[in-house]
């Protein structure tokens, strides 16, 4: 595997980070389909602050990271951008970014704090500072098939864990080998189900990992579990040939997935079934459980010298009828409880709204990328080996505590 680079690498051959021109454009850059679809909002905008032109560069998402880190190591990161809400805490620990608090409180912003899903809303305050806002959010929750669920004798999706593992035997009872898609490189599975316990999973000022407490060798044994008594095969998403396809033959009858796999199974999925499957809330242990906060926010980078104007054109990206907008134009979900209300939401995207009530941001440290991803692989070997959990979580927390080491160093000497 290859392992990126991390902006805080980049500190030590930037110590300023960039400053950008008081003159010209505002320059915005942006990811992936919603860098094309943006300026299509922004004529509206432009009426509005006919002062202001905006510039926006569109990076695809395999690049983006590396580009900010040449950025701001070549003191050229641009006015704002989007960044995925694990970035936030990256940058902010380089202090690149711009607290947007004050900009908030003033009288002229429409942004309204209780307004948002309280998760996604705290993936954007580091420190106490908010250092970006909401632009669309993510979260992961249950794919199911409705009719097959039905054959097995229920009329609902599972609740909580036991009925979850109750409706698995179900299936298999009625012929669905491996009813559910677990693949082994994606890591919100089971980061998911580590959410959904009481103990955090960073601990000591975020310095050290509890990846050995209680609660997460509870989530990885409930994870590992439904892979060792055969309710999930052993592979990644990209050994089984068709995930659309394969959900319609009925090889399996639960997925975990985000929202943009709405549009293609309503696409994929043969027209005899267009209405035999759903989505639901993720189950938790005992109820209704939490799940992953994803998504992208917009930021303001800190030694620009167009910070105003950079909040205003956030400001108007954040309104409720321009995310309803943008959600027309790419399907990404709103961050605002309002905006739901204008976009005309199925059955199968309110299921995501409710969701997003019960979600939890991730550690906000910059190392947590390199953190889950060795949480899932440490998983995946648990599985196809056959370790228990609690060596496996021993063996999970003992690598985040070296990863963490420097960030332990700085704590204890006062500069974290």
């Known amino acids: 595997m290859i392992r990126r680079r991390t902006l805080l690498q980049a500190a030590a051959a930037a110590p300023l980070a960039a400053c950008a021109s008081g003159t010209g454009p505002l320059r915005f850059w942006a990811m992936g389909r919603e860098g094309e679809v943006v300026t299509e909002l922004l004529e509206e905008f432009n009426r509005e602050q006919p002062g202001i032109e905006v510039q926006v560069e569109q990076l695809p998402w395999t690049a983006a990271h590396e580009k900010l880190l040449t950025a701001f190591a070549g003191n050229a990161l641009p006015d704002m951008a989007q960044l995925g809400n694990t970035w936030v805490a990256e940058l902010g620990a380089l202090n690149a970014l711009a607290p947007l608090d004050g900009f908030v409180a003033t009288e002229g912003s429409t942004v309204d704090r209780a307004d948002y899903f309280d998760g996604i809303w705290r993936t954007n305050v580091i420190d106490g500072q908010l250092l970006g806002l909401p632009w669309y959010v993510d979260t992961r929750l249950l ?231 060795e949480m899932q692989l440490r998983a995946a070997h648990a599985a196809a080996e056959g370790s228990s959990a609690t060596q496996a979580a021993r063996e999970i927390d003992a690598n985040v505590d070296r990863i963490l080491a420097k960030r332990r160093w700085l704590h204890e000497r006062g500069r974290a």
């Open 143 to 373: 794919f199911y098939r409705r009719d097959l669920l039905a054959r097995a004798g229920f009329n609902h999706p599972p609740r909580d864990w036991t009925e979850f593992r109750t409706q698995l035997a179900a299936l298999q009872r009625i012929g669905i080998a491996q009813p559910l898609i677990l693949p082994n490189n994606e890591f919100e599975p089971l980061l998911a189900l580590a959410l959904q316990q009481d103990e955090p999973l960073l601990k000591d000022a975020n310095t050290r990992g509890n990846f050995d407490s209680a609660g997460f060798r509870k989530a990885l044994d409930f994870y590992l579990g439904l892979i060792r008594d055969g309710f999930a095969p052993v592979e990644s998403d990209q050994q089984i040939a068709n995930v659309w396809q394969e959900f319609g033959k009925g090889r399996f009858a639960f997925y975990i997935s985000g929202p943009w796999n709405i549009g293609e199974f309503k696409k994929r999925m043969p027209a005899h079934l267009k209405d035999a499957w759903s989505t639901a809330p993720l189950p938790g242990p005992t109820g209704p459980g939490a799940s992953t906060a994803g998504g992208s926010s917009l930021v303001v980078m800190k030694h620009s010298r167009r910070q105003a104007d950079a909040f205003k054109l956030i400001d108007f990206l954040s309104r409720p009828a321009v995310q309803a907008r943008f959600y027309t134009l790419t399907g990404d979900l709103p961050p605002r409880k309002s905006a739901w209300a204008a976009i005309g939401a199925d059955q199968r995207t309110r299921a995501f709204a409710d969701q997003l009530e019960r979600v939890r941001p991730a550690p906000p440290v910059p190392e947590w990328e390199r953190i889950v991803n």
